[in-house]
């Protein structure tokens, strides 16, 4: 078997054998086939597509491609959660730590930033001191002595998907439905939960953009987990305009400390409540998501979840004394208010540009491996629907220079839309699939 000739098969539409999937993603794990074969056959599948049948074959190879965790013995179920990616997606950094102050332990494999949306890796990665790269026996004893535990691929972990994953970032090859569903579900299949919540984002800020994609993929991912064993619920989870108001690493660990003192933003506050609940109920913790929300809001009030916070964030090597200081983490020397020439109602704020102009700023890579900056971002004021008034703030640029805070602000403002005629604000969640 030769690598030029499977990438030329799916580059014709041509559906690829278990073989020659397993072959391919060996290859690239043993290094005999080069990244830039890989990303020649990762853009033919972006282009051609596959089947149910391929993409089942390669969320199993790249699950293989490490070893499977068993997490039967630590408790009597472990749920993880996955978000496709989005801008201002903090949920992790959330929910992690309040469900599992709930009772419910949470072992989850996260990724870094990919194309224009940030990933949760890097996020955690600007709490001094936290590390993300955990060998199997830590990942097992982090979550058997705190109930939490959130880590990267290693080698010993779906490394297939890491390596994939580094790639399409960087080759334009990330929205397609085959490749996204099966780097979610090797992952989630790698680190043994049993049951998963999928956030799958839809909008201008996710790599699915209509209602009918994010379906499409939800179901694919339901099916497939089903075919592992796994119970799998997604949540369909609005991503027009960003979540939350912070885009960038540290802004957003900021942001999500602020929710866990019961100070979120209302939005992100009960996107958080909606996918926690989901994973309360997949667990058997609680019967339904509306006693699941209250078992939440309860942790939130009395302060479990910050608590959590603070031990999972120690038992991971970081300074838990973040979440009573914020100005421990990462600060950007230069902010650039800019505020609104015109009053009216907030229509539109394209979260893809957010995410790219966040990008331009540091916080995101261009090339694969690169570092990112973990302290520029920007911060939102006003969401979809709200009135502004003429010279009002519309959001912070946080930057390093003065350069790029104006670059910024060029590139972020036309993200914005405004119109005389009020507008509704834009749904949180559009549906929940329960496989
Ligand atoms: N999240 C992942 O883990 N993989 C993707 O391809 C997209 C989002």
New binding site residues.
């Given amino acids: 078997m030769r690598a030029v000739d499977i990438i030329a098969k799916k580059r014709d539409g041509l559906a690829l054998t278990a073989e020659e999937i397993n072959f391919f993603v060996e290859g690239f794990i043993t290094e005999r086939i080069p990244d830039y074969q890989v990303a020649a056959w990762a853009m033919a599948v972006l282009l051609r597509g596959m089947t149910d049948e391929e993409t089942a074959h390669l969320t199993m190879a790249m699950a293989h491609s490490g070893e499977i965790l068993d997490l039967s013995g630590l408790a009597h179920i472990v749920v993880d959660k996955?978000s496709?990616?989005g801008v201002g997606d903090k949920t992790t950094l959330v929910v992690a730590p309040l469900v599992a102050a709930v009772g419910l332990p949470v072992a989850k494999m996260s990724?870094r930033g990919?194309g224009f949306t940030g990933g949760t890796l890097d996020k955690l990665e600007s709490i001094p001191g936290f590390s993300v790269a955990l060998t199997t026996e830590q990942f097992l004893a982090t979550v058997r002595q705190h109930g939490i535990v959130v880590a990267g691929q290693s080698a010993e972990l779906a490394p297939a998907d890491g390596k994939l994953?580094a790639l399409r970032d960087v080759t334009a090859t990330?929205p397609s439905l085959p490749?996204?569903a099966s780097?979610?579900m090797s992952?989630k299949i790698a680190a043994g939960a049993e049951a998963i919540v999928l956030d799958v984002k839809v909008g201008r800020g996710a790599?699915m953009t209509t209602l009918s994609e994010a379906r499409k993929l939800a179901e694919l991912m339901i099916r497939i987990g089903a075919s592992a064993g796994r119970r799998v619920t997604t949540v369909l989870s609005g991503m027009g305009q960003p979540l939350g108001r912070a885009v960038g690493n540290a802004l957003e660990v900021a942001e999500a400390i602020e929710t866990l003192r019961g100070n979120g933003p209302q939005d992100f506050t009960e996107h958080c409540l909606v996918i926690g609940a989901e994973m309360l109920v997949l667990g058997g913790l609680a019967p339904d998501p509306d006693k699941g929300m209250t078992l939440l809001e309860r942790a939130l009030a009395e302060g479990q979840a910050l608590a959590k916070f603070r031990e999972w964030v120690s038992a991971q090597g970081g300074n838990a004394r973040v979440a009573d200081d914020l100005s421990l983490l990462p600060q950007a020397p230069v902010t650039l208010t800019v505020a609104a020439s015109q009053a009216g109602y907030l229509a539109e704020i394209d979260a893809r540009a957010v995410g790219l102009a966040t990008m331009a700023l540091g916080a995101g890579r261009e090339r694969k491996g690169e570092p990112v900056d973990h302290a520029v971002g920007v911060v939102l004021g006003p969401k979809v629907g709200d009135r502004v008034e003429a010279g009002q703030p519309l959001l912070t640029i946080h930057a390093q220079d003065e350069q790029s805070a104006a670059a910024c602000k060029q590139q972020v403002l036309g993200a914005y839309k405004l119109s005389s005629e009020p507008v509704a604000a834009p749904p949180l969640v559009y549906d929940v699939l329960r496989g």
């Fill in positions: 996955h496709t990616g990724g990919l994953y990330v490749l996204i780097s979610i992952k790599f």
